[in-house]
Every structure is written in structure tokens, then in C-alpha cells.
């Protein structure tokens, strides 16, 4: 069973908005090369990060409003929440070590 959250532009106010935990959000989609790359780290940082914090997924194809709303230009893009707020962004595929460390510095 996989830790991640799926978003939509409906759910996303509720689950990283106003989320009392740090939130990762993996911008991606179906078509993306490096996306597919990347998923199954985000996978594994959902699985460290289980309850304390709060890893998603937002597909921009299907949630062209909030991809448009955080200019998300180029995928994978990974936004970064605490307190409702972009605090870190990453571009690109990036590895496990360096996701998790930025989701650490939130705890």
C-alpha cells in the first residue's frame, strides 16, 4: 500500500494548505520520462516520512489549475509546504538523500 496522496485541484487546499505536517508535493505526469523516474523515490520517502509528514501527488494534466497557480513550468517539479507555505522547491529528478533532507529540515 503506497503512503502517497493523491491531489486533485479540489483536495489540494485541504491536504497541503492546511496540513498540520510539513507536505511534499511530486508535480508530475503520466507522460514524463524523468517523472517516472523519480516515483518510486517519492515512494520510499512516503514510506520514511509516514507520520510526519505528508507526501503527495499531483498529476498536471489532470489539475491544470493549481500546476498554473504554482507556475509549475517543468516536471518533475517537487514543492516543498510548511504552515500552507512554499518553503523549498526542487526541479528535476533528484535523489533520495536530497529530498529527504529537505523534508527533514521542515520536521
Do not use: H, R
Request: glycine letters at 6%; aromatic letters at 8%; one cysteine or more.
Amino acid at each position: 500500500m503506497s503512503n502517497e496522496v493523491v491531489l486533485s485541484d479540489a483536495t489540494f487546499e485541504q491536504e497541503v494548505l492546511q496540513s498540520d505536517k510539513p507536505v511534499l508535493v511530486d508535480f508530475w505526469a503520466s507522460w514524463c520520462g524523468p517523472c517516472m523516474m523519480l516515483g518510486p523515490t517519492i515512494e520510499e520517502v512516503a514510506k520514511d516520512f509516514a507520520g510526519k509528514a505528508k507526501v503527495c501527488k499531483l498529476n498536471t494534466d489532470e489539475n491544470e489549475a493549481t500546476a498554473a497557480k504554482y507556475q509549475i513550468s517543468a516536471i518533475p517539479t517537487l514543492l516543498f509546504f510548511k504552515g500552507g507555505q512554499v518553503v523549498d522547491k526542487s526541479i528535476g529528478v533528484a535523489n533520495k538523500k536530497a529530498i529527504a533532507d529537505k523534508l527533514a529540515k521542515l520536521l
